[in-house]
């Protein structure tokens, strides 16, 4: 007993002390920041499947996992974990993650519409935070930069995309009353517009970077250049607009004016085929990348629409996804996929032709 007491004075004493530090570390201005331990960075690349499988040359290599704060070497500063020592805080974890980003500097932004949340992380820089959280958001589901810092998010059920500034402040809406269901956005390096895919209109919203609604590309069908419940879209090098076009089981191309230029998949369980679409993005080659959340899989195709790769298959190891729902291409290419019933955003290299396996 008298050996019990002992140690729960000193457990007390060890919390007293710690509460005294970090009270004096903030008055001090001391900044909560993640510290970087990249064991992903040492250690994904070397172990990681690729595909197509040998002897084949590969294209494309898993890198890392993510799901939550502890995952690939991230770990807390000092200053978190006194404050969780204090608090009895928990490891910060994605729910059910769907659409994201990737950021000019590396790491991405992930939406976790359960818990209402924008998470930033990057899994080879060590960090993992809450960029925004509650509040104005209610439903998030797509989500881009802007080279202003801005960030845009698409709230699916408020009907509107949030604005924040770099640091995740509220800084204004955009869409209210023109948009019914946004998801998926993508912004046009030359011109600066954003494209919003408005599941519910079934069409493109345009937008300028001020905010401004321009147009509406498309209208509900099964037609060229008509939408049965658009998903997402992205902009290709060249400025037209892949969209993913879930319900009629195909990806679409257009030209920044609504103009058909070309179309391709239908619904089936073959290779090529597409049970539900879901998310698309674009590598620096042109090449599009489709998730597709019935098969569980990410296809990737030429920009003519010829198949070229399939990545994935149900489960949850290594390159296997259970409802994937995101994707996005980074600049240096990496390719993050929100592996959303896994609670996880898997993190791919592209291999471009002449890299050989170097990341």
């Given at each position: 007993m008298r050996s019990d007491l002992l140690e729960g004075a000193a457990r007390g004493g060890r919390r007293s002390i710690a509460l005294a530090v970090l009270l004096a570390s903030l008055?001090?201005?001391?900044?909560?920041?993640?510290?970087?331990?990249?064991?992903?960075?040492?250690?994904?690349?070397?172990?990681?499947?690729?595909?197509?499988?040998?002897?084949?040359?590969?294209?494309?290599?898993?890198?890392?996992?993510?799901?939550?704060?502890?995952?690939?070497?991230?770990?807390?500063?000092?200053?978190?974990?006194?404050?969780?020592?204090?608090?009895?805080?928990?490891?910060?974890?994605?729910g059910r993650p769907i659409g994201l980003c990737a950021l000019p500097s590396g790491g991405f932004l992930v939406c976790d519409p359960g818990s209402a949340t924008i998470y930033e992380a990057d899994p080879f820089?060590?960090?993992?935070?809450?960029?925004?959280?509650?509040?104005?958001?209610?439903?998030?589901?797509?989500?881009?930069?802007?080279p202003s810092g801005?960030?845009?998010?698409?709230?699916?059920?408020?009907?509107?995309?949030?604005?924040?500034?770099?640091?995740?402040?509220?800084?204004?809406?955009?869409?209210?009353?023109?948009?019914?269901?946004?998801?998926?956005?993508?912004?046009?390096?030359?011109?600066?517009?954003?494209?919003?895919?408005?599941?519910h209109a079934h069409h493109v919203a345009v937008f300028e970077a001020d905010g401004r609604h321009v147009t509406n590309l498309g209208r509900r069908g099964e037609g060229a250049g008509e939408f049965n419940f658009p998903t997402d879209v992205?902009?290709?090098?060249?400025?037209?607009?892949?969209?993913?076009?879930?319900?009629?089981?195909?990806i679409q191309r257009i030209a920044p004016d609504g103009r058909p230029v070309a179309r391709f998949g239908r619904a089936g369980d073959a290779r090529g085929d597409f049970g539900r679409p879901k998310s698309l993005a674009v590598d620096a080659d042109g090449h599009v990348y489709v998730v597709d959340t019935l098969h569980d899989v990410v296809q990737v195709f030429d920009p003519s629409g010829q198949l070229l790769l399939v990545v994935?298959?149900?489960?949850?190891?290594?390159?296997?996804?259970?409802?994937?729902?995101?994707?996005?291409?980074g600049a240096d290419q990496k390719v993050y996929v929100s592996d959303t019933a896994n609670g996880r955003v898997q993190v791919f290299q592209y291999l471009r032709e002449g890299t050989g396996a170097r990341r």
């Open positions: 008055s001090c201005g001391a900044v909560a920041i993640a510290v970087a331990i990249p064991r992903a960075e040492r250690a994904g690349a070397a172990a990681g499947p690729v595909w197509p499988a040998p002897p084949d040359a590969p294209r494309l290599r898993w890198l890392a996992s993510v799901s939550s704060d502890r995952d690939a070497g991230m770990k807390r500063s000092w200053v978190e974990r006194v404050r969780s020592t204090i608090t009895g805080g928990t490891t910060r974890r994605l820089a060590g960090t993992f935070r809450v960029f925004a959280s509650g509040g104005r958001l209610a439903s998030p589901v797509g989500v881009a930069k802007l801005e960030v845009w998010v698409a709230d699916a059920d408020r009907a509107v995309i949030v604005r924040f500034d770099a640091r995740g402040a509220w800084k204004g809406e955009v869409g209210a009353g023109t948009l019914v269901r946004p998801t998926g956005l993508a912004r046009d390096p030359a011109s600066g517009r954003v494209y919003v895919a408005d599941a992205e902009v290709l090098p060249g400025g037209d607009l892949v969209v993913c076009d879930a319900m009629n089981s195909r994935g298959g149900a489960g949850a190891g290594a390159g296997q996804f259970n409802l994937p729902a995101g994707i996005a291409i």
